[in-house]
């Protein structure tokens, strides 16, 4: 059986993904930092379901604690599905933005996929067979007013990840990235009321967490065994 490791898995886009590819058979790693008691309903979730799981809580920021989070993971085999899905928001514009602002986005996205893929890709390569995920934002891609932070970190994680994906082509390892656009969530819910999301997007309504884990699964599949390197947009077409 394969095991993947979602980072962020107990909010509502991690949690589609884990239980996504908990259906597809493989045993998942429920990844939180703060969020423990999420994690493990999400893990017991996939248990009551006939799944496998079961949670690691650590902080991606910090190496040394991912790096011993990791190894103890890694003792049970390798991971050949990670999806890098931990990220924070904290929203200014950048005329009033305070360099802790910057500084802990940036964090959690960019050096947490470093400080989570670098450790795993060795036993992931040593099996000639691995898909590593993650996921952006379309604020990446577009851009967003008092998101030049979380743009700037999403965007660093589009070149990192078409860079890994050349390096690693040649030992039956794909990279790919998923953007998506409005989801539903509690804090689109705040940000976004209806009538802004009918017009910022062609198909007049926002995503759902199970479109963004539809999407992450196939690539994670053996059917997506020929695409690497590339950047892949669920967004209802505001793109």
Same mark, same amino acid.
């Given at each position: ?17 884990? =239980?996504?590819?908990?259906?597809? #058979? ?9 969020? =423990? $008691?999420?994690?493990?309903? @999400? ?49 200014? /514009? ?10 802990? @986005? ?8 470093? +400080? ?17 995920? $993650? ?8 851009? +967003?007013?008092?998101? $030049? +932070? ?22 039956? @390892? $794909? ?18 009321? /209806? ?6 997007? /062609? ?32 967004? #209802?077409?505001?793109?």
């Amino acid at each position: 059986m394969k095991r993947a490791l979602i980072t962020g898995g107990s909010g509502s886009i991690g949690s589609a993904i884990c =239980r996504e590819l908990a259906k597809d #058979g493989l045993s998942v790693v429920v990844h939180a930092h703060r969020h =423990r $008691t999420s994690a493990e309903d @999400v893990a017991n979730q996939i248990l009551r379901a006939g799944g496998s799981a079961i949670v690691a809580c650590f902080d991606v920021t910090d190496a040394e604690a991912a790096q011993r989070a990791l190894t103890q993971i890694l003792e049970a085999g390798p991971i050949q599905v990670l999806v890098n899905n931990a990220g924070i928001h904290d929203d200014a /514009p950048m005329a009033g933005m305070r360099a802790d602002q910057w500084n802990k @986005v940036i964090a959690v996205s960019l050096c947490g996929f470093f +400080n989570v893929t670098q450790p795993l890709l060795l036993p992931m390569i040593g099996t000639r067979w691995g898909r590593i995920i $993650t996921i952006s934002s379309i604020s990446a891609m577009l851009g +967003n007013r008092g998101q $030049t +932070n979380y743009a700037a970190a999403k965007a660093g994680l589009h070149g990192a990840s078409k860079s890994l994906a050349l390096e690693v082509a040649s030992r039956g @390892v $794909t990279v790919n990235v998923v953007a998506p656009g409005i989801i539903e969530s509690r804090m689109a819910e705040q940000t976004f009321k /209806p009538d802004k999301i009918e017009a910022l997007v /062609p198909m007049q309504r926002a995503g759902t967490p199970q479109e963004v884990a539809h999407l992450v699964a196939f690539l994670a599949s053996e059917r997506a065994g020929y695409i690497s390197g590339q950047v892949i947009g669920v967004n #209802g077409g505001m793109v």
